[in-house]
């Protein structure tokens, strides 16, 4: 795989710290054979912000959201989506979905964060994968992060660009970058 997990920036601030995205970890859904409903694979994260609140539309990145899983050990991609929408979510494992507010914005305060649900898309999943076996290390069982898949999520939204800006006090706002980029693991951090 000569792929890199971290896209490269689009612009300045991207690898900043304010705003941030961070994985707070996945889970598959597999209703089996008797109960009604399909197979979920959902991974979480959250949004976090520095002093000043940042305001988000709803809903959350619609569209802009993209979720890749590359497999351990050089094997390659297993699953990559692009087009996606986050669900804001009021907990962790199982959250449930949040009404959109009135003002039509998900608002982060300082020392608070946003809870977010992506699901993969089983059309998303590479050929010799299934949507269940996803996020399995390999060997099973290991206690190695360097054995699992790395998670890359990133989501895009203008109103990330205007915050970057903002806080720094530039002019030139469109050098800043509109994406949160959160990598579960990175192989490598001399080439970011």
Same mark, same amino acid.
């Given at each position: 795989?000569?792929? %890199? ?9 991207? =690898?900043?710290? *304010? ?6 970890? %996945? ?23 520095? *002093? ?12 802009? !959201? ?8 050089? #094997?390659?991609? =297993? ?11 009021? +907990? ?9 507010? &009135? +003002?039509? #914005? ?10 977010? *649900? ?5 059309? &998303?999943?590479?050929?010799?994968? +299934? ?19 790395? !998670?890359?999520?990133t989501l895009a939204d203008p109103a990330i660009r205007a915050y970057r800006a903002e806080t720094t006090g530039?002019?030139? &706002?469109? +050098?800043?970058? *509109? ?6 693991? #990175? ?6």
């Amino acid at each position: 795989m000569k792929e %890199w997990p971290r896209p490269e920036p689009r612009g300045k601030g991207e =690898r900043g710290n *304010d705003p941030k995205l961070v994985l707070t970890g %996945w889970d598959v859904y597999d209703p089996g054979p008797k109960v009604p409903g399909q197979p979920r694979f959902t991974v979480h994260a959250a949004i976090r912000t520095g *002093d000043r609140p940042l305001l988000l539309d709803a809903p959350l990145a619609k569209g802009g !959201v993209t979720l890749d899983f590359h497999g351990p050990h050089g #094997e390659g991609v =297993r699953a990559s989506a692009r087009g996606l929408t986050a669900t804001v979510v009021n +907990s962790g494992y199982e959250g449930k979905p949040v009404e959109i507010p &009135a +003002s039509g #914005e998900f608002r982060v305060d300082p020392g608070k964060e946003l809870l977010l *649900d992506v699901n993969l898309p089983a059309g &998303a999943v590479c050929p010799g994968h +299934s949507l269940l076996d996803t996020g399995k290390c390999s060997p099973e069982g290991t206690n190695d992060a360097t054995d699992c898949p790395v !998670v890359t999520l990133t989501l895009a939204d203008p109103a990330i660009r205007a915050y970057r800006a903002e806080t720094t006090g530039e002019s030139g &706002a469109r +050098s800043f970058s *509109d994406r949160l980029v959160a990598v579960s693991l #990175e192989p490598d951090v001399s080439q970011a």
